[in-house]
C-alpha cells in the first residue's frame, strides 16, 4: 500500500546545481501536485497537474519545472538551485477537486538543502 | 499575502480537556475548507473538512465549525488525547479545485 512514494527524503545541494526530486503514486490518482513548506508559511503549491500531458503553476512556481508524461509520475525539477529553495517538499494526489470530498494524499516530504 | 492565518503558533492543553484550534481566511471565494494533521517527518494527513453551504461537520471526536460572516472556523477536539499532538494546518479552496491556501500551522501539545 504504497501511496504517494517521494525520493530522495534527503538532499543537499550546492547553489547552481540542479536535481529532480521523483514522486510516483500508484491509486491511479488524476491530481497531482507539488508544496513546499517553509516555517510560518505554512504549505505552498508550486505545481500541479490534473491529469497526464496537463500542468499549471500553483502560488511559487518560479524556479521549478514539471511535467506530466505517465498518471502515476509527477517529477519537479530544479533548474539552478538557490539557497531560497531551501525547504520541504511534499508531492500530493488526489482522485478529483476538493468539492468533491476527495481526499488529497501527501507523501512523507523530501527535506532540501541548498548551500 | 496569506489568505489563510492561523495566528495562534502553538497550543497546550490537558488531556481529556477540549482543544480549540482557530483559522482565519480573507478570500470571500473559499468555499470549502480543510484540516490536516502533520507528525514530524510525515507528510499532512487529511483529518476533516467542511463545505461553506454547512456551519457545522462533526466526526467522533472532532468537530469543525464555520462561520462565514466572520471568515472563521475553528476545529475542536473532545475530548483530547496525547495522540492528538501534532501539527495541525487549516486550508481552504475556492470553486472545487485543488489550489489550496494553507495556514502556518498551529502545534498543539496535550500533556498527560
Known amino acids: 500500500n504504497a501511496g504517494v512514494t517521494q525520493t530522495p527524503k534527503f538532499q543537499v545541494l550546492k547553489t547552481g546545481q540542479s536535481m529532480t526530486l521523483q514522486c510516483a503514486q500508484d491509486?491511479?490518482?488524476?491530481?497531482m501536485s507539488w508544496y513546499r513548506q517553509d516555517p510560518g508559511m505554512g504549505l505552498r503549491l508550486i505545481h500541479y497537474s490534473v491529469g497526464a500531458g496537463i500542468t499549471d503553476q500553483g502560488e511559487v512556481p518560479n524556479g521549478y519545472n514539471v511535467s506530466r508524461s505517465t498518471t502515476e509520475d509527477f517529477p519537479l525539477r530544479l533548474l539552478s538551485a538557490a539557497p531560497s529553495q531551501t525547504s520541504v517538499y511534499f508531492c500530493?494526489?488526489?482522485?478529483?477537486?476538493?468539492?468533491?470530498?476527495?481526499?488529497?494524499?501527501f507523501g512523507e516530504g523530501s527535506w532540501l538543502t541548498v548551500v | 499575502d496569506q489568505q489563510v492565518k492561523q495566528n495562534s503558533p502553538s497550543l497546550s492543553v490537558q488531556e481529556g480537556r477540549i482543544s480549540i484550534l482557530n483559522c482565519d481566511y480573507t478570500n470571500s471565494m473559499f468555499d470549502y475548507f480543510l484540516w490536516y494533521k502533520k507528525y514530524p517527518a510525515e507528510g499532512p494527513t487529511f483529518l476533516i473538512s467542511?463545505?461553506?453551504?454547512?456551519d457545522k461537520n462533526e466526526d467522533g471526536r472532532f468537530t469543525v465549525f464555520l462561520n462565514k460572516s466572520a471568515k472563521h472556523l475553528s476545529l475542536h477536539i473532545v475530548p483530547s488525547q496525547p495522540g492528538d499532538s501534532a501539527v495541525y494546518f487549516c486550508a481552504a479552496s475556492a470553486g472545487g479545485n485543488n489550489d489550496m491556501r494553507f495556514g502556518a500551522g498551529t502545534r498543539l501539545t496535550v500533556k498527560p
Open positions: 467542511i463545505s461553506s453551504i454547512k
Open positions: 500530493a494526489s488526489s482522485y478529483g477537486g476538493t468539492l468533491s470530498g476527495n481526499t488529497i494524499y
Open positions: 491509486m491511479n490518482h488524476e491530481y
